[in-house]
């Protein structure tokens, strides 16, 4: 590595290939004397001071960048303002633009789910981290509200949907897709599963997820599969971006909480809290013989209305052994018959048959 007296061009600071990765050049120019920072900018030309700004690799964290090798689903699990929304962005702009403003990127049909419309509206096109912040002015898109569509100089369009709606991801085809905050969707399965349809253009069609960490089944699955990188980040990583007296506040009223846990360590909680039962209560057993109980129970918990919106009729057939030493006992589910009734009779009849 040159000494800091030496000559840095801005093309060996945003290399990736070099032993400190990404961060070198940020975090050189951030430690660096004033004098060494004053040096650095003198040296750079005309073209070279204007391009900085928007040269997100020189600047960018660990976490925002995306990972190397071959994937479908890139899931950045971070929490409270630690960069997610800037790192969704910056992968668009890598993903449409081109060498120059009308030159063709890598993709030109993209996909901006949110939780609602309004949500990928106001945050991930129009968010101080957004994608409109974060683009050049010689790229910066336009954005139509009428069509909810960015089109950027080169022809490149980028669509925003709301997950609450998946049917409106049926039809559309797309190279490439950001989804943010997928924990927080109302229909996170529904949606997800008509975005993995349309994701189907191109050589190799890519998706973003940009989330805090929940206990979301559909979450769980994308991070199982083989397909699927990660890269995490708690919200002290962006400190440095952040109000100081945002993460004292925050420490100081929800210390030692699950609510901190979950949106600021960076923790997937799989447990619920004040849950009466834990996973660690719960064994899966292969052969189950009815005659071994000494009850045998169908419980049913029946919804207060019925409408779309209504909950779910609960129906669970338990065994249960209750002879002997108290922890010797066990409660075994035989069968979950659990479904939306259209109405009373509906869930009385399966309970009684069950």
Not at 146 to 162: D, E, H, K
Request: one cysteine or more; glycine letters at 6%.
């Amino acid at each position: 590595m040159k000494s800091p007296n030496q000559k840095k061009p801005v093309a060996k600071l945003t290399s990736t290939s070099t032993p400190c990765g990404s961060q070198l050049g940020a975090a050189w120019i951030a430690s660096a004397a004033p004098r060494v920072q004053k040096d650095f900018l003198k040296e750079l030309t005309e073209d070279e001071l204007r391009a900085l700004p928007w040269m997100f690799e020189f600047w960018a964290m660990e976490h925002q960048l995306p990972p190397e090798g071959d994937w479908r689903t890139w899931v950045i699990l971070g929490g409270r303002g630690a960069g997610k929304t800037r790192a969704g962005s910056e992968w668009i702009r890598q993903m449409v633009e081109g060498s120059r403003p009308k030159m063709p990127g890598r993709c030109a049909r993209v996909a901006l789910v949110g939780e609602t419309l309004d949500q990928a509206r106001e945050v991930m096109v129009f968010g101080e981290s957004g994608i409109l912040a974060c683009a050049p002015p010689d790229r910066r898109p336009h954005w139509s509200a009428t069509r909810r569509q960015l089109t950027w100089p080169n022809g490149a369009v980028a669509q925003i949907y709301s997950a609450s709606d998946p049917e409106s991801l049926r039809g559309p085809q797309f190279d490439c897709a950001w989804v943010d905050e997928l924990a927080k969707w109302k229909k996170p399965q529904e949606a997800w599963d008509m975005l993995q349809f349309a994701l189907r253009l191109g050589d190799n069609p890519q998706q973003l997820v940009t989330t805090t960490p929940r206990n979301v089944a559909t979450l769980k699955e994308i991070l199982a599969r083989d397909n699927t990188r990660s890269t995490h980040a708690s919200t002290d990583a962006n400190r440095a971006n952040l109000a100081k007296s945002f993460l004292q506040d925050v420490r100081a009223k929800y210390a030692g909480t699950r609510l901190a846990r979950q949106e600021l360590d960076l923790v997937l909680l799989d447990q619920e809290e004040g849950a009466l039962w834990s996973h660690a209560h719960f064994t899966r057993s292969a052969e189950v013989d009815l005659n071994s109980f000494d009850r045998i129970v169908v419980a049913v918990d029946p919804p207060v209305t019925h409408s779309k919106s209504s909950d779910e009729c609960g129906i669970v057939v338990v065994g249960a052994r209750t002879q002997g030493p108290a922890q010797s006992w066990r409660a075994t589910v035989l069968a979950d018959l659990s479904f939306k009734p259209k109405s009373p009779n509906d869930w009385a009849r399966r309970a009684i048959a069950a």
